[in-house]
């Protein structure tokens, strides 16, 4: 499964029209079968369920379902069914944001700590100089999912932890450079959310977003969606075949990833911002000055070379707004998101300028099915020859995916297997600690060694040795696809002085963002040749 598109489906752009370009609704046009591309979609990138929302010049074109809620299930995913959304939640805290700014209660340049005092980032010049409007931009210098792992996967901390641990967080980069996606700050942004509505992100998102839209099935939590009847179920991959998981509660999260919304209700929030911020009542839930502000370039990102198959996607600019990437496409500049949670990918594209908006939600971890189907109806759309986008995406990845697993061969293949570790096994064990995350341990249980993160129940796993000091810790959970290195460096005394991990896997997602952590023990451990 080719992995390396979260960064894009959670962060990528939607689009504002630069040609005044008459096109023809899809219904319009018969050479196009939206379903049957739909269900070769499916078939062909293992995805369970999908709903779509279509809309265009203010009316509902599509807002369905395709496939089933959960695999063994044969209940039909339709036009009501739930999925968690994840990053596509940022749009709402900014929109919320924005309701505030119109409401004279903030300014985008207000310092954070004028509104959060206690907020505090690793540099005090950053935790000064920070704005409400960094929050959203992703050029903090945090470094790429910089400190996920105090919510991701599921975890206890608290919000309030969460944030009190972002002044632990190393910065990759100095303070406004440049672009990198992060989840912390727009945590952060629903906390200054929550304390301008006097009540929880949830309730405030609610009550003035949810409800003036009529967006009566979309939850703000988990637990809601799992009440409502009507949700999709998650799947992972384990060993290359899709499987359902748990869902993925993020409660401590909720200003970056909280929102589960249906094709029905995320076409309404698409409506409404495609018509300059009104309800269908015309009333003005948010100016045209702070909705175009949203949808306006803050922070440059670079441009990536597409595989010689997909150039036709190459823009010519990228850029994060706030909420919502920016790019072009065919001389058309849009602004999007995507999001990506345990078991659930979507993304929501929109063209204002030709008021065209499109949505997909699935029920799986694959961003190639999704990209695959926008192209080709924006493609149908914008009046433009259409590619066989199916084809050219199924096609980049199983071919990356093989590369990456000839990487891994070739990775293990040189790897010293007659090698021992330095220390007797037991001497390994004990408790390790970063300064942002906190606790791991590592335990005997039986014959095995045990890994732990204290905060995160399902980050547990068996340690096995790979070459010298350096072991693989193998989670018990299979659908995370996650499995990490884990390095042990010595004292001159052969105390462990600390231990490191990293990704096996190119296709881990990024939010496993091991690589940041620097555990040091809290009991250093001794050799002990006699328990060799």
């Known amino acids: 499964m080719l992995k390396i598109s979260r960064t894009f489906y959670r962060a990528s752009a939607v689009a504002l029209v630069v040609l005044a370009v008459s096109v023809p609704a899809l219904a319009a046009a018969p050479a196009y079968n939206l ?11 293992d995805v369970p369920g999908m709903a779509i929302a279509i809309v265009k010049d203010g009316k509902v074109i599509s807002a369905q379902g395709y496939g089933v809620r959960k695999l063994g299930d044969p209940t039909p995913v339709d036009g009501k069914t739930l999925f968690e959304v994840a990053s596509n939640s940022k749009a709402f805290t900014a929109a919320a944001l924005a309701m505030l700014v119109d409401e004279g209660k903030i300014a985008w340049d207000d310092p954070v700590t004028k509104h959060l005092p206690d907020f505090q980032m690793y540099d005090s010049y950053v935790t000064g100089a920070m704005t409400v409007r960094d929050l959203l931009t992703h050029r903090s210098g945090l470094g790429l999912g910089a400190g996920d792992l105090l919510w991701w996967p599921t975890t206890n901390f608290s919000t309030d932890e969460i944030i009190e641990r972002l002044r632990y967080v190393k910065p990759a980069t100095s303070f406004r450079n440049s672009y990198a996606y992060d989840n912390l700050l727009y945590i952060v942004a629903g906390k200054i959310v929550a304390a301008k509505a006097g009540k929880p992100w949830g309730a405030a998102i609610h009550d003035r977003i949810l409800a003036p839209l ?33 869902p993925m509660p993020v409660e401590n999260a909720v200003g970056a990833v909280g929102i589960n919304t249906n094709a ?36 440059p990102m670079r441009i990536r070379e597409p595989k010689p198959a997909l150039a036709a996607t190459k823009p010519n600019f990228s850029a994060y707004g706030l909420g919502f990437s920016l790019r072009d496409y065919k001389g058309r500049k849009i602004a999007m998101h995507g999001g990506a949670l345990q078991g659930f990918y979507s993304t929501v594209l929109m063209v204002p300028e030709e008021k065209l908006g499109i949505a997909i939600l699935t029920n799986a971890e694959n961003g190639p099915a999704m990209a695959s189907l926008y192209w080709r109806i924006l493609d149908q759309y914008l009046n433009v020859p259409a590619s066989d986008w199916i084809k050219l995406y199924a096609d980049q990845e199983a071919a990356a995916h093989k590369e ?8 293990a293949g040189a790897r010293a297997a007659k090698s021992a570790p330095s ?42 040795h790979f070459q010298h000091d350096t072991f693989i810790v193998r989670w018990k959970q299979r659908n995370l696809n996650a499995d990490a290195y884990v390095t042990f460096a010595l004292n001159p005394d052969a105390s462990i002085e ?34 060799k």
Do not use: C
């Open 214 to 246: 009529g967006m009566n099935g979309t939850t703000t939590n988990v637990a809601e969606m799992l009440a409502s009847g009507d949700y999709s179920a998650p799947h992972s991959k384990i060993d290359d075949k899709a499987a359902v998981v748990k």
């Open 404 to 411: 990456e697993l000839e990487r891994q061969g070739k990775e």
């Open 498 to 531: 600390r231990m490191k991990m990293a990704p096996i896997s190119m296709e881990t997602d990024f939010s496993y963002d091991f690589r940041d952590l620097n555990f040091t023990p809290v009991r250093p451990a001794k050799a002990d040749k006699a328990a």
């Open 264 to 299: 029905e209700d995320i076409a309404r929030w698409m409506t409404m911002l495609l018509g300059g911020g009104k309800l269908e009542n015309g009333t003005q839930l948010i100016s045209a000055k702070q909705l175009n502000e949203m949808w306006s370039e803050q922070t």
């Open 35 to 45: 379903d049957a591309d739909v269900k070769l979609a499916l078939k062909t990138f």
């Open 423 to 464: 220390l007797p096994l037991a001497s390994y064990d004990g408790e390790y600690e970063d300064p942002w995350y906190g606790k791991v341990t590592i335990r005997a249980e039986g014959k095995k060694r045990i890994m732990s993160f204290t905060r995160t129940p399902d980050l547990t796993g068996e340690l096995e």
